[in-house]
Nanobody, 119 residues
Framework: QVQLVESGGGLVQAGGSLRLSCAAS????????VGWFRQAPGKERAFVAAIRWSGGSTYYADSMKGRFTISRDNAKNTVDLQMNSLKPEDTAVYYC????????????WGQGTQVTVSS
């Protein structure tokens, strides 16, 4: 069982930056792929980025490349999502998820953190 806790959301003006963090409670991320997803009001949940903990391979949704960067912090056992040049359309609840495979069913989910970008 992997319990995930997101942090770092908030309100930011367009063009600003935020850094989200996903922590695992009770275990390390070793052997897992950790991903970020987002769900905007009235829209389906969408993949943002993922990272394989062992080896550090990263995966991005095409629309996120260049502005968003996913990384891992071995010391803190967290997976972070650095979001730059934020736009109002980035407003969403951002979720952290984990699974053994990047193409898996994403078995574990956090509660989500709200990101609001004002124009």
């Amino acid at each position: 069982q992997v319990q995930l806790v997101e942090s770092g959301g908030g309100l930011v003006q367009a063009g600003g930056s935020l850094r989200l963090s996903c922590a695992a409670s009770g275990r390390t991320f070793s052997g897992y792929v950790v991903g970020w997803f987002r769900q905007a009001p009235g829209k389906e949940r969408a993949f943002v980025a993922a990272i394989r903990w062992s080896g550090g391979s990263t995966y991005y949704a095409d629309s996120m490349k260049g502005r968003f960067t996913i990384s891992r912090d071995n010391a803190k056992n967290t997976v972070d999502l650095q979001m730059n040049s934020l736009k109002p359309e980035d407003t969403a609840v951002y979720y952290c998820a984990a699974d053994l495979s990047v193409t898996g069913a994403w078995a574990y989910w956090g509660q989500g953190t709200q990101v609001t970008v004002s124009s």
